[in-house]
């Protein structure tokens, strides 16, 4: 218990920033996927208060839709947290829930360290800790919490790895692993099919290192494995084929546009920004890729000493040595890259095609997540190496404080700081008391403006999150298909967004035609439009005057500005 509970303060020590105005605050790193992730909380409590399909949502991108499952819908945090999102709100139950999520998987990677690889408590703390907080996924935690989500992570690779085990009920332990394969399927697919890769590349080893012992125990094993993917298969089959084949499903991400983003060499050995030894600069350095690795230099050098050392008395310590090395080299993506320069040099990722089903969706950089979960696997085998047996000699116990204080000062530099937040404005009083209701019947939306984007309107998205979702509003902050059927973030825009983007970023109103009100009108009939309503904005003169001349007057109701444009939409 008192492993978990220093989890668990380190998971509110690692939001508080958050909880300084949680109503009003977001990562200052992701600001936009934080207000996704929020609004995915409100889409939980919407589907369950209204009995709705969570598969599916036409609250944002109205009136085509967004297909749930083919974005990161965080389907299984979100339905069991309804009753706390309807309770307390969608920023409320984002920051308990990831602070929670860091926490859980720090300790159920403490769980099974414990109980199945190493002797001692502190050993297993260790690992579970850095598991649990490792610098790449602490760096995710700043508007990612899917990929801070893995608690169910090391349960999975434990349940694939005692299949077939000497006393263990086969049919159990694959009833056992499809169930947490299956509830994996709706926190993060991609985590899940990291996990697979890792445990194929160990069993891989396993045979390759004890090929009798591995035959005796395959049929079992085999057999579990078929359970545990017959059960998975029956409870996800529906909602996978929705994602590929559902509305508003997609093949691929146009131009494949994740295979460039691979792990900088020097990346490993510098120390993450989020932690107490690291900082912002190095950024502007090696660049604003994803800080998957990020170790610093002392864990590095411990890791390779470690392994060195424990190489030929642990089993476990060389199937960690053969995960680090292949998730090392996979990272790499198409060119390797050194200190923020593309080197010329083909990586692994230039041999492979960037159409490959599935694939093609993967972020090369991200396989190095597979690597911190090893070395917090083998900071356990260090530290648990370090505990003496009964007949170590009174000569070598100098070893172990000397050993425990390698391993301390290779980790306390990476202890994460409180994540960056910035605050963010309040959604108009208009929105938050109600005030839009007569306005928007049933079966119309409601137009803020700017129209939620990828790019813009942060701020009006959140207005459909702090709501719970009761009213739908075009555009959104998605994934979902072009004409082509090839995934493209958001919707294309419409000659009217075009119109409010570019007063936007130029603070000047466009030339309008009658055609552009022609457009408007159109725009507002395929939206479906009831109102169109304009809060506070750095733009606001500027874009009450597009409106304005696209629209005619608008009034001034409550805190905003608003165009009913129900009779100009049939």
């Keep these: 218990m008192l492993a978990i509970g220093a989890y668990a303060l380190l998971g509110v020590f690692v939001c508080l920033n958050y909880w300084v105005d949680v109503q009003h605050r977001v990562s200052s790193h992701l600001p936009t996927d934080h207000s996704w992730f929020e609004w995915l909380f409100a889409h939980g409590a919407h589907s369950v208060r209204h009995l709705e399909n969570p598969l599916f949502s036409t609250r944002q991108n109205a009136p085509d839709g967004v297909n749930m499952m083919a974005n990161t819908s965080l389907l299984g945090v979100t339905l069991p947290l309804a009753p706390l999102t309807l309770l307390l709100g969608p920023q409320v139950t984002y920051a308990l829930y990831l602070g929670g999520a860091l926490a859980a998987t720090a300790g159920t990677a403490y769980w099974v360290l414990s109980r199945h690889l190493v002797r001692s408590r502190a050993a297993a703390f260790v690992g579970g800790a850095f598991v649990g907080f490792a610098p790449g996924v602490v760096h995710h935690a700043n508007g990612q919490p899917n990929f801070a989500s893995n608690f169910l992570l090391p349960l999975i690779v434990a349940r694939v790895l005692l299949l077939g085990g000497p006393g263990r009920s086969w049919r159990r332990d694959g009833v056992v692993l499809g169930l947490l394969v299956a509830y994996q399927v709706f926190v993060n697919e991609e985590m899940l099919l990291l996990t697979a890769l890792a445990c194929l590349v160990v069993v891989l080893t396993y045979l390759l290192a004890r090929p009798r012992a591995a035959r005796a125990r395959a049929g079992v094993f085999v057999a579990g494995l078929g ?13 996978v084929w929705f994602q590929f084949n559902g509305p508003q499903s997609y093949r691929g991400l146009q131009g494949g546009v994740f295979h460039s983003w691979g792990e900088d060499l020097m990346a490993f050995v510098t120390f993450a920004r989020d932690t107490w030894a690291g900082d912002e600069a190095v950024e502007r350095t090696i660049g604003l890729t994803e800080q998957n690795t990020w170790f610093g230099w002392p864990l590095v050098l411990l890791a390779l000493a470690a392994l060195v050392l424990l190489w030929r008395r642990s089993p476990a310590a060389r199937v960690v040595a053969v995960l680090v090395l292949v998730f090392t080299v996979a990272s790499i993506g198409p060119q390797v890259r050194f200190d923020g320069k593309l080197t010329g040099v083909d990586g692994p990722w230039a041999y492979v095609p960037d159409d490959l089903p599935l694939v093609e969706m993967m972020m090369p950089t991200r396989l190095a997540l597979v690597v911190a979960g090893a070395l917090g696997v083998l900071l356990a085998l260090a530290w648990d190496a370090l505990t003496p047996a009964p007949d170590v000699t009174g000569r070598r116990r100098w070893l172990r404080p000397v050993g425990h204080a390698a ?34 019947p049933a079966g119309r939306t409601l137009v ?7 790019g813009h309107g942060l701020a009006t998205l959140r207005w459909s999150a702090l709501t719970l979702h ?7 902050y998605f994934i979902g298909p072009n004409s082509d059927g090839e995934g493209v973030f958001g919707t294309p825009n419409r000659p009217t967004t075009k119109l409010i983007y570019a007063t936007v970023d130029t603070g000047r ?25 304009l809060g506070a904005h750095p733009r606001e003169v500027a874009l009450r005057e597009l409106l304005t001349g696209l629209l005619g007057p608008g009034r001034r109701v409550d805190d905003v500005w608003l165009w009913d444009v129900r009779p100009l939409v049939p």
């Design 448 to 454: 803020p403006v700017p129209v939620p984007n990828n």
């Design 407 to 440: 391993i301390a000062l290779a980790v306390l530099p990476l202890v994460p700081r409180p994540l960056p937040a910035q605050p963010v404005d309040p959604p108009p009083h208009f929105i938050t008391s109600g005030g839009w209701r007569p306005y928007v």
């Design 227 to 239: 359970v545990g993917g017959a059960v998975a298969l029956l409870l996800t089959a529906y909602p």
């Design 470 to 476: 009761e009213f739908p509003v075009p555009g959104g």
């Design 509 to 533: 109103v466009p030339a309008l035609t009658e055609a552009d009100r022609r457009r408007a009108v159109e725009d507002l009939t395929f939206w479906r439009a009831s109102v169109v309503v």
